[in-house]
């Protein structure tokens, strides 16, 4: 049997350690949650139909991805939709792990966030748009992203993607006007 102060000490112990590796735990999951983001990557869909749940069908069908590859979608009044609408796919509000096409970093320290419409072939609409800048300016705020942080797709990779009329040099100078209020 052990003496009495003793067995105190290494209770005591034992909690001291249950209690940091409790800490750990959360500081890493708040991290993994909160404290990646780095950037804000914007997309579009090249096709003006849909919601997030056409995309995420489409996803998982035809890409075999788990879920919907963004964080944000920002609607264009389609598929009963309002004009500059803005749902959150699970992969938001579950933080899980990043997937993407080729490059899976990208929508690890990135916040991918997708336009609804073709724009290659025509500007998005103001309400849409306006829509965009306010949930740019939103989460520039909430994970000190500064404006320059902000790109296209294809600032990053060989493509068109968010389309030509998307000028992101523009959309830049919007957020940044928007910060500075
Ligand atoms: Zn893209």
């Given at each position: ?28 999951r708040h ?86 419409g073709n ?35 294809r600032e ?26």
């Open positions: 049997m052990q003496s009495g102060p003793r067995r105190r000490f290494r209770l005591r112990y034992l909690l001291l350690l249950a209690v940091a590796a409790g800490a750990f735990v959360f500081l890493g991290a993994w949650r909160e404290w990646r983001w780095r950037y804000i990557v914007i997309h579009h869909t090249a096709s003006d139909a849909g919601n997030l749940e056409y995309y995420r069908r489409l996803h998982k069908e035809e890409r075999g991805w788990p879920d919907i590859a963004y964080h944000f979608v920002v609607n264009n009044g389609a598929s009963n939709t309002v004009p500059g609408q803005i749902e959150e796919s699970n992969l938001w509000k579950e933080r899980s792990r990043g997937f993407s096409t080729r490059n899976t970093y990208v929508n690890t320290v990135g916040i991918a966030v997708v336009m609804v724009l290659e072939r025509h500007a998005p609409t103001t309400l849409q748009y306006q829509s965009l800048v306010s949930l740019l300016v939103t989460l520039a705020r909430e994970y000190d992203i500064p404006p320059e942080r902000i790109i296209g797709h990053l990779q060989q493509t068109k993607c968010p389309g030509q009329h998307l000028d992101m040099a523009k959309l830049r100078e919007d957020v940044a006007r928007e910060l500075a209020r």
